[in-house]
């Protein structure tokens, strides 16, 4: 955020007086984004923690001020901590293995090999694919019978599971797909950071008689930890909120297991009308999504600073 | 030399194998859609070996198709539109325009992105019911006219110009709107591009909020059409697939289309953090 200060230009702005500044023309210039994010983000954000101190299931006319008790009716909920359990996995796992894979990738097509454009595409076009439709064909491919994955682990004499009727392989299957849908993202950011990796630091190292093994462990790793804190972040936050998938391959079942937040406040709030409850577990959404945020502040002002 | 040649294809058999994982899943879907039902049965097919083309038909057909398409059409291009030249204006007051609150307002903006969409669901929800706009292109279009992201995009990218030609023109008694209609816009076809290419995305895949604000079939996307039509038809896959190929084809084009800008705005962002 260095440089974006503005230099104070000669008085000519002056005619539009000093306290007001130009207040007039920039009250046009923001009006639709003031209204839009003050109607349907600024302003809901703040209601619905309002919400979540009523019972109200969105038709009445009159709604019951409960206090904290649709927290504590969550605290106390089976449903509620399975979610909690499974939302955690499914991040967790989503956001490990996708961070991996990328890295792979990312340092495989970083050196110069014929073809780098096209393997670009191929990786990052599940990052654009509508959800809908690649959960849709997921779901295909993991069907138990005819299903690519199971036709292909007969092939080697296995035989797979009902995945996404399996109470113990469902969430494995949906994680799969988040990672299919993430690797491309992190590939391409990790491109770009180890396009910026002075060749010069590895010259050097090797003058010393450091192997690729080691130069990977003490220059390039290291010098991606910025990147590496930003992409974990960024797919913690999404992760958390993970609805699309889940509707479509497997409603969060079988027997809840894999009834991420999402989708459990989706069913609360617009299956089941209970808006104020629904809005207390949006609220341990945010929670959870302001820690990771918080988490982040405080560990880039402590390290890399350099960055920016 | 030996040595270099052995790894060189080492690293092409591993990118090869991960590309194929990547795009197994759009073959698949592909070499499905174009299967007769009654070969359904045989292996999985890597290279279509049938041309069923009217499979598309059927599918297309079998459901509202043409009118989830109109219906996401207009909803994704209102929202390219609203979200870029709205974007585009606050990021040029944000940018370069000299009032009282601008910076806490602009990271007022900022922290908008922070919100998770889940917090802010169910009140959005019931400010749109309120208007009155339950399965209306409104619901589809208004609460999502501005993108805080796009703002960031273009007040980087107005901070990156110089700023004579636009000195001049205010000397020369040029208004702000004059300035950034005249001067700044045409300037600015990169980042337009840009913040173009994620609005459609953005759009063209959103399934969560036209799932709630809209109810009769009429008014569906493309999205939530295609997650009714899987809840009709669960198992011909021929049709879903020939469906979820037709669903996935604009974003696939779009992003073709747009690929540089788009992962220039990925990485910019990104590593600026």
């Not at chain 1, 210039?29 to 109607?39: D, H, I, K, M, Q």
């Not at chain 1, 391409?188 to 010069?200: D, E, K, S």
């Amino acid at each position: 955020m260095n440089g974006v200060r503005l230099q104070k230009t000669p008085s000519k702005a002056s005619r539009w007086g000093r306290t007001l500044g130009e207040w007039p023309a920039a009250l046009f210039f923001l009006l639709p984004t003031v209204a839009v994010l003050g109607t349907f983000n600024f302003y809901p954000a703040l209601y619905s923690l309002y919400l979540s101190l009523f019972e109200w299931n969105g038709l009445s006319p009159t709604r019951e001020f409960v206090g904290l008790a649709n927290y504590a009716r969550l605290l106390a909920s089976g449903e509620f901590w399975n979610s909690l359990r499974v939302t955690l996995l499914y991040a967790g796992g989503v956001t490990l293995l996708a961070l991996a894979l990328g890295l792979g990738v990312a340092v495989l097509l970083n050196q110069p090999i014929r073809g780098q454009a096209v393997y670009r595409v191929l990786y990052f076009l599940p990052v654009i694919t509508p959800t809908v439709a690649s959960g849709v064909v997921w779901k295909y491919l993991f069907d138990p019978t005819q299903g690519v994955v199971n036709r292909g682990l007969a092939g080697v004499g296995l035989e797979g599971p009902s995945w996404l009727s399996d109470p113990s392989w469902a969430l494995a299957a949906v994680v799969v797909v988040g990672v299919w849908k993430r690797v491309g993202f992190n590939m391409v950011v990790y491109l770009a950071a180890l396009q910026g990796i002075p060749r010069a630091y590895y010259e050097a190292a090797q003058l010393d008689g450091a192997g690729p093994w080691q130069q990977f462990r003490h220059i390039t790793l290291p010098l991606l930890a910025p990147t590496t804190f930003f992409l974990v972040v960024t797919a913690l936050i999404d992760a958390f909120q993970v609805f699309d998938l889940v509707y479509v391959m497997t409603s969060g079942g079988p027997l809840g297991g894999t009834d991420v937040l999402g989708y459990y406040l989706y069913r609360q709030g617009f299956r089941y009308s209970e808006l104020g409850f629904a809005s207390a577990v949006a609220y341990v959404m945010f929670a959870l999504i302001f820690a990771v945020t918080v988490a982040q502040f405080r560990l880039t002002r402590g390290g890399g600073q350099g960055e920016g | 030399m030996k040595a270099r040649a052995l790894r060189t294809a080492l690293v092409h058999l591993l990118l090869a194998g991960g590309a194929f994982l990547s795009a197994m899943p759009f073959l698949w879907m592909l070499t499905t859609a174009l299967k007769p039902e009654s070969a359904l049965y045989q292996p999985p097919l890597l290279f279509p070996a049938h041309f069923q083309w009217e499979n598309f038909a059927k599918a297309w057909q079998a459901a509202p198709f043409p009118r989830f398409f109109l219906n996401s059409a207009v909803m994704t291009a209102g929202i390219v539109l609203a979200q870029t030249l709205f974007s585009a204006m606050a990021g040029y007051a944000f940018a370069r325009m000299r009032f009282a609150g601008r910076d806490l307002l602009f990271f007022g903006v900022l922290g908008t992105m922070m919100i998770p969409f889940p917090v802010t669901l169910i009140p959005s929800f019931l400010v749109v019911n309120w208007l009155g706009w339950i399965d209306t292109y409104n619901a589809l279009i208004v609460p999502r006219a501005v993108s805080a992201f796009a703002i960031f995009l273009f007040r980087q990218f107005f901070l990156s110009l110089p700023r004579e030609l636009e000195e001049a023109a205010l000397m020369d008694g040029a208004g702000r709107l004059t300035i950034f209609f005249r001067i700044v816009l045409p300037l600015s076809t990169p980042v337009i591009a840009a913040s173009a290419i994620f609005s459609f995305l953005f759009a063209w895949n959103d399934f969560l909020w036209p799932l709630i604000v809209t109810n009769s079939p009429d008014m569906r996307t493309v999205q939530v059409g295609l997650a009714m039509f899987q809840g009709q038809y669960g198992v011909f896959w021929t049709l879903l697939s020939a469906a979820a190929t037709i669903v996935t084809l604009p974003a696939v084009l779009a992003f073709l289309a747009a690929q540089r800008q788009f992962i220039a705005g990925i990485t910019n962002t990104g590593l600026k953090e």
